[in-house]
């Protein structure tokens, strides 16, 4: 609760003094109380230094090592004034003043750093003006001279590129990274800007310069919640700060690192990461005291307090340390800091000072408009909602939580990159669990007396819920539905054009056996710069509309024989016992919506992956736990649902997204859920309005089926026979054939034959990315491939559908940044590989899966897998559902139809409930035909339907018993 809040703010402020002065590390002095640490140097030593070596820059830097000790500092200015007074040529001097200053007087540090950098320029050395430039743009930041520091980025980028070398270049870089995530609060171009300097930097840079990149890398990747990425940039920081004797480096990393362990405790609920938090919390104040920096000692001080209990020592011990916080605060005159301490205080103030605890608040939301900083605003805000729900009624929480969400909404909206938005907006989605959860409190959903009506509570959280999902995807889709054409220009995508045709390039080369190891690491660093150029040639996100789906329209748009289940899967209690929101299904029909509690994230993440587990053993053994979860999230929700609903359209949310629903049944002994519904799967209400909400494509058209690709140069060469469709990239380039894939497509094209949809089937080297790029997609209703896919949930956009090339323009994988440009038009698309409905998970947009990226091309349902089919199996199961969808039947009966052969042949649900429905059910490719209306093959009428489903039931008790185990 208060420590999510409370730690990003701590990464998230402006780190000017990180990005300015620290961009030209020095070491600093060592601690008396560290003597494995070499002594500082003396005055005396780094006159005698500078005498041997005037022109050295780092003799003269031996003058700021000396004065880390901040009693020396006024000696050591006086000496540089005097030795700058004999010496008016050497820049070295004015700059090192410039530090100096730095430390006690920033307004005669800039002074110091005009000086230097005019006299480098006339000298024309390169090194020394970028790095005056640096620091003045850095004090510029501090004053919010903001356009004067842009153009100072401009002129060290300038001068950098002139000069040839290698570590000026990296540091310019590392600038305009800071500049874009500073001022801009771009955060997906800082992050591949900041990538450009690593080769610069490693391995051959100064300590300085690592420290640099170091620094910036782990607050970049903090603010994006990558964790793990900034805990080891971190870790190397620490390493480089105590080898060179860098308190003030040091300090700051071991902040960072207390905040990170911060950051797990609320992640992953543990108690022992609190006490590790709060002892790196204690070693980086004793840190920042060492290197005498009074920001990094306010922000240790905030963080302890922050991190410790509510024990009568621990209360006194807390306030004592507000109180030191505040005060530096104000002798800083740090606006930044004062509203950390203040919404700290504030809710340790709570439960004991109601008056003072709100006061707080208010004043830190003043000071933090005065920043005009959104993340700062959003943080204030989400503060305040805290303090007014333990001290205030629930409606008034309610009101600034809200607010705090839109200041995150501003935030998101500055991001170039989706996928950044995403990622951002991933760390906020816990504000959403909350904001949700105390507005169905508000409406007396939990027991409590209602402060709103039942049914207002119950539209505004659901609209809550629906700004949290899948937000990139709905964009996209909106804004292409309302943009004819990409506001693109001729000359960028020619550039993109280009740069695409080098990926293909690169990635051919990878998709080689023959490689050395040094070549394809040479590859794979040459594909990442390639990457990163790729994605900053793409168009800015489009914001197509902010109008969500409200929960009537979702009401009054579902047929008489639908549901949907939105499931909100949050925390019950914060890290101080407070309510977090909880757990939720909403149940949604046309006669009402129903909230139901269920099982908090903590506990149904391991169910989850408990029943995934239990289902690959093949055995009937998942059978308990099909059942336990059904009870958790399905009972209620499903006993009070209109008897006439038979399909369920779900929306999940965190763990849930892996979830088979199904194969979970009401009792251990009893039928499958799908032996009672049809199913599908959502990213959000608003996208299944947008889908259903489109017009009906015309009659006709034709299926392009792809199966079996081979991507052999020479058709007659040997390929081994694989056994389960592969999700592993680096298998992509010898995956194996696929014989009943290639079975699979001619199943396709005898069922849809005599439709009014035309096959054609492409096997083979025929089954090519270039045959599905150069197809006439706009009259294409169904698009099937039945091959490999390859999965990489750490970088999502590597993900691919493995094909044959085509031509020597393609590579044959197919990735998600192509998918989204096929141009299809309510298209159904199949995709019969593995894993293809899977991959990285964002809390709040969900699943970064291959499936996402063909909605982004205007496919309004997917059928995909949850993971790996057996080839046999897969071939049966999209067999049996081609020939129900070229009866009529929409994507989700057809595939319940054929899952319940499945079911009837005996097989487990490891075999068939992988296969799911995402997107709009209803989606039906063609006219139901006339022979099949009077065919017992189609359950018309309530009474066949329930004699079918009774039969079906004694069927499955039958055969539960008789699974096949699995293959040895």
């Known amino acids: 609760m208060p420590t999510t809040r409370r730690l990003r703010c701590d990464t998230a402020k402006r780190l000017t003094l990180v990005v300015g002065m620290m961009l030209v590390v020095c070491p600093a002095a060592a601690s008396s109380s560290e003597p494995a640490r070499a002594q500082s140097p003396t005055l005396v030593d780094c006159q005698e230094r500078f005498a041997a070596r005037p022109e050295d820059h780092e003799a003269v830097m031996c003058f700021y090592e000396c004065a880390q000790a901040p009693h020396a500092r006024d000696t050591v200015r006086r000496a540089l004034i005097s030795l700058g007074e004999r010496h008016p040529a050497n820049g070295w001097l004015a700059l090192v003043l410039g530090h100096v200053e730095y430390l006690s007087d920033r307004e005669a540090a800039e002074a110091a750093y005009l000086r230097a950098a005019d006299i480098f320029r006339e000298r024309q050395n390169a090194e020394g003006e970028v790095l005056a430039g640096i620091n003045l743009r850095s004090i510029m930041l501090r004053q919010k001279r903001t356009e004067e520091a842009l153009s100072w980025t401009h002129r060290v980028g300038e001068v950098a590129n002139a000069s040839g070398r290698p570590d000026l270049r990296a540091r310019a870089l590392i600038v305009e990274a800071s500049q874009l995530h500073e001022v801009e609060y771009d955060l997906g171009r800082a992050f591949r800007v900041l990538k450009r300097a690593e080769p610069l930097t490693f391995p051959d840079g100064t300590p300085g310069l690592k420290k640099q990149y170091l620094t910036m890398l782990h607050i970049i990747s903090e603010r994006l919640g990558r964790l793990e990425e900034a805990t080891e940039a971190t870790l190397r920081l620490v390493e480089l700060a105590r080898s060179s004797r860098d308190l003030i480096s040091e300090a700051r990393a071991r902040h960072t690192l207390a905040n990170l362990m911060t950051r797990r405790h609320l992640r992953d609920r543990a108690p022992e990461t609190r006490s590790q938090a709060l002892r790196m ?96 605003l959003a943080l ?60 169905l409190e508000a409406g007396g959903a939990t027991g409590k007396a209602a402060l709103l009506d039942p049914r207002e509570a119950m539209s505004r959280a659901f609209a809550v819920s629906e700004r949290m999902r899948a937000r990139s995807l709905l964009d996209a889709l909106a804004a292409s539905h309302a943009l004819a054409t990409t506001e693109e220009t001729p000359e ?92 939720w299904v909403l149940a949604v029909t046309r006669t009402g919506t129903r909230a139901h509690r269920i099982p908090e994230r903590a506990r149904l993440t391991p169910a989850v992956a408990l029943f995934s587990g239990l289902l690959e053993r093949r055995d009937g053994s998942e059978a308990g736990a099909a059942a336990a979860l059904y009870a958790q999230l399905l009972g209620p929700a499903l006993a009070e649902l209109p008897t006439g609903v038979r399909r369920l359209l779900v929306v999940p949310d965190g763990p849930l997204h892996d979830l088979p629903f199904a194969a979970l049944r009401q009792d251990a002994e009893g039928p499958p859920l799908v032996a009672r519904y049809e199913l599908s799967l959502m990213p959000s209400a608003s996208l299944w309005r947008h889908w259903r909400q489109a017009s009906a494509p015309p009659p006709g058209g034709e299926a392009l089926v792809l199966a079996d690709p081979d991507r052999s140069v020479r058709v007659s060469d040997a390929r081994t026979v694989a056994k389960e469709r592969m999700g592993v990239f680096t298998e992509a380039a010898r995956v194996g054939a696929l014989p009943e894939a290639r079975r699979e497509g001619h199943a ?39 091959g490999h896919a390859v999965v990489d949930a750490e970088a999502p956009e590597r993900s691919a559908l493995v094909l044959a090339p085509g031509s020597e323009q393609e590579d044959g994988i197919l990735q998600p940044r192509e998918i989204a440009e096929l141009h299809l038009q309510g298209a159904l698309v199949v995709l019969s590989a593995c894993r293809s409905a899977s991959g990285a998970v964002l809390p709040g947009e969900g699943v970064l899966s ?33 020939q129900y969808l070229a009866q009529g039947l929409s994507s989700s009966a057809a595939l319940r139809r054929a899952q319940l052969e499945a079911i009837e042949d005996g097989l487990p649900p490891a075999a068939w409930a992988g296969l799911v429905v995402l997107g709009d059910a209803s989606l039906a490719v063609t006219a139901p035909r006339e022979d099949s209306l009077s065919s017992g093959s189609l359950m018309v009428g309530t009474g066949t339907l329930a004699l079918v489903l009774f039969a079906g039931i004694l069927v499955w008790r039958a055969r539960r018993s008789a699974y096949p185990k699995s293959a040895s």
């Open 850 to 882: 291959l499936s996402r990226a063909f909605f982004e091309a205007g496919s309004r349902a997917v059928v995909a897998s949850l993971w790996p089919l057996r080839d046999a199996e897969a071939a049966d199961l999209v067999e049996h559902f081609y």
């Open 748 to 786: 396709v094209m005898e069922a849809l034959r005599g439709t009014a949809v035309t096959p054609h089937l492409r096997t083979g080297t025929e089954a090519s990315e270039r045959a599905l790029k150069s197809a006439d997609l706009a009259r294409v209703r169904v698009l099937h491939v039945a």
């Open 492 to 583: 960028r995508k020619a550039q993109r054009a280009e740069v695409r045709g080098r990926l293909t390039t690169v990635q051919r080369r990878l998709l080689e056996t023959t490689h050395t190891a040094a070549q394809r690491e040479a590859a794979l660093r040459e594909l990442q710069e390639l990457e990163r150029v790729e994605r900053d040639l793409r168009t800015a996100p489009r914001q197509g509309t902010r109008e969500f789906a409200s929960l009537a329209s979702i009401e009054q748009g579902l047929g008489e024989d639908e549901a949907l289940l939105a499931f909100l899967v949050g925390d019950d209690t914060d890290t101080r016992g407070d309510f977090a929101g909880g757990a």
């Open 281 to 376: 919390a204690r070693e980086a104040l004793v840190a920042s005291r060492n290197a005498g920096v009074r920001q990094l000692e306010a922000k240790a001080l905030r963080l302890i307090a922050d991190l410790l209990g509510e024990s009568p020592e621990e209360q006194r011990e807390a306030e004592e340390l507000l109180r030191l916080c505040m005060r530096i605060a104000e002798e800083l005159a740090s606006d930044e800091r004062k509203i950390s301490c203040l919404w700290t205080r504030a809710e340790r103030r709570a439960g004991v000072d109601p008056v003072g605890a709100i006061q707080d608040s208010e004043e830190s939301i003043q000071l933090a408009l005065r920043v005009a900083d959104p993340l700062v």
């Open 380 to 439: 204030a805000l989400r503060g305040r909602g805290q303090v007014a729900y333990l001290t205030q009624p629930l409606p008034v929480a309610l009101e600034h939580v809200e607010r705090a969400l839109d200041a995150v909404e501003s935030l998101r909206a500055s991001q170039s990159d989706a996928l950044i938005q995403a990622e951002l907006f991933a760390s906020w989605a816990s504000d959403y669990h909350r904001l949700a959860g105390w507005t």
